[in-house]
């Protein structure tokens, strides 16, 4: 699996900061860093990044290339249904059209959401029925105390055991290296 992590896409090759990264870094001094060591970095992507990845899980997921990893690593563990339905979600929250979000709220539903599912996520049956009785009329927030469990429960679950996996150490310690050389 750290061959997944060792070679990257060819989107990887280069630092090439895209929007989401500039408002996550949100200071110019960071940028400079991953700038300047840019030489000094396992595949592109710079160990300051990487090492802030370690400070949250929403800074984590606001990375391209940390959430790249993060669902690597969950796929890996098998229990990656809680970040696709995270990242499904948020598409599904930028839906302007009302027959559009109807349809996929139901694949959504059929997904994750009803029991036994192909992709079930892990809520509490009350959540449940709230979400099946909001596919009558679905709106933008219809998944939203869904999406807020499975948040927590990758924060308190998922996030530790990745921060403390071989890939993220490796990763880490592979752009310290380069670093100190």
């Known amino acids: ?10 989107e990887l090759q ?3 900061m895209d929007t989401d990264d500039k408002k ?9 860093q991953c700038r300047s060591s840019q030489a000094a970095t396992t595949e592109g992507i710079c160990y300051e990044e990487i090492s802030q990845w370690s400070e949250s899980l929403e800074g984590l997921l606001s990375s391209k290339y940390g959430m790249k990893i993060f669902q ?3 796929k890996s563990e098998f229990s990656d249904e809680n970040i696709d339905f995270w990242l499904v979600c948020e598409d599904y929250k930028k839906i302007k059209s009302s027959f559009r979000m109807s349809s996929r ?6 997904r994750y959401i009803q029991a036994e599912a192909p992709r079930e996520i892990n809520i509490d049956h009350k959540t449940r029925e709230m979400i099946r009785r909001n596919m009558k009329a679905p709106t933008t927030v219809c998944f939203d105390d869904a999406r807020r469990i499975v948040y927590g429960l990758m924060e308190r679950d998922s996030y530790p055991r990745f921060l403390r996996s071989d890939i993220f150490q490796a990763l880490l310690d592979s752009t310290s290296e380069s670093i100190k050389m």
Do not use: D, T
Not at 105 to 110: D, L
């Open 14 to 16: 280069h630092l090439n």
């Open 24 to 32: 996550r870094a949100g200071n110019l001094k960071f940028r400079l």
């Open 105 to 110: 709220a139901k694949k959504i539903f059929k």
């Open 72 to 74: 690597a690593f969950l």
């Open 1 to 10: 699996m750290l061959s997944l992590v060792a070679s990257p896409p060819q």
